[in-house]
């Protein structure tokens, strides 16, 4: 009998929507074996020549100009795509989405990125027949992913849940599920074993996120972390930025025993696991998969817009603080080395707990839609 196939559609806008489309393929697949998927970042399937630049620019204006970013997602909060932006999308960008579409012959559609969330709506509007679920990748629900052709919402808390309420959609069409992450961030892993495989001491461990982008970029930080580098070990994760990483590895700040500078991994899982305090943006997947690995996390220069929303939702929940001042690092640095074995009790609790409350059937919610 042919598997039913599922077509997960994403955007380069960022790592997080296309990390959260691929957690979402391997879990459907561990959980039921008559799942085929497909996952596409569909603009750069369609255009790998023009959608690179189109991401380097908007990479550019968020990084360069984020209050203008902010006043525009303030902008369009309330308001969805609208028909004409839909129609150039498709026009310009997506024309060819129907052929994949036919090429593939998916049983349900599943979009984690709201410009193709709009493509897709647009061609349900025009007589596509197949189910069309959205899971919305932030801790907030701006205009833009809303759409009434959408069959089903995959949310991550209950306020995210009442404000499509409020954008009147049905409650039975929206599932709390929180964001889709990789099942290795939910799995107790040896951390001695991972010690040994990246070369690292048994020592209170800082992981520091978000030079991808070049945002990591603090004073202040750095020399909070020049004091306590004799007792803390600091992961900086740096992603493609080879830029960034050239300019802190010749910083004599950086030139220790108890510093790495990390490029490129896939392992952020591990290295998450063997972390014990994360400092970060707060980005919607990097703050998930930060709370599905139970580790307490401090947030800096949020972007004004959904950043500034995942911000609240965490600092007021307990997950984590805003960086307010050096205080803030001199606080956790302290309690790091002072209190560790305090530090990694609660964690070890506050795992236990949250593996208990977080046991999601994505495959039952989305294969549900098939009737």
Known sequence: MRKKRVLLLSEGFGAGHTQAAKALSVILKQTNGGIQTRVLELGSFLHPTLAPWI??????????????????????????LNKLTQLALHRIFYAQTAEIINKFKPDIIVCTHPFPN?????????????????????????????????????????????????????????????????????????????????????????????????????????????????????????????????????????????????????????LMEVSDLLITKPGGMTCSEGLAKSIPMLFYQAIPGQEEENLQYFTASGF??????????EHWFRRLSESYLDVQQSRAQFSSQYRASHNVDYSSVIMGLLG
Not at 68 to 77: D, I, N, T, V
Not at 187 to 192: A, G, K, L, T
Not at 202 to 218: A, F, K, Q, R
Request: with cysteine; glycine share 8%.
């Open 55 to 80: 991401f380097t620019a908007f990479r550019k204006t968020v990084t360069s100009q984020p209050k203008l970013y902010g006043r525009f997602y303030r902008y369009k909060y309330e308001k969805s």
């Open 118 to 270: 709009a493509v897709i709506s647009r061609l349900k509007r025009a007589g596509l027949s197949i189910p069309l679920c959205t899971v919305i990748t932030d801790y907030d629900a701006h205009g833009t992913w809303i759409s009434p052709e959408v069959n089903k919402y995959l949310v991550s808390t209950e306020n995210v849940k009442n404000k499509l309420l409020g954008h009147g959609i049905p409650s039975h069409q929206i599932e709390i599920t929180g964001i889709p992450v990789h099942p290795s961030f939910r799995e107790p892993q040896d951390r001695e074993a991972i010690r040994q495989e990246f070369n690292l001491k048994p020592l209170p461990t800082v992981m520091v996120m978000g030079g991808g982008w070049g945002m990591i970029n603090s004073d202040a930080l750095y020399d909070n972390m020049a004091k306590w580098k004799d007792s803390i070990q600091f992961l900086f994760c740096l992603g493609s930025n080879t830029k960034a990483l050239a300019k802190l590895s010749g910083d004599p700040r950086f030139q220790h025993p108890n510093i790495r500078l990390i490029g490129f991994t896939r392992e952020i899982g591990k």
């Open 320 to 329: 984590g603080e805003s960086i307010e001042s050096s205080a803030t690092f």
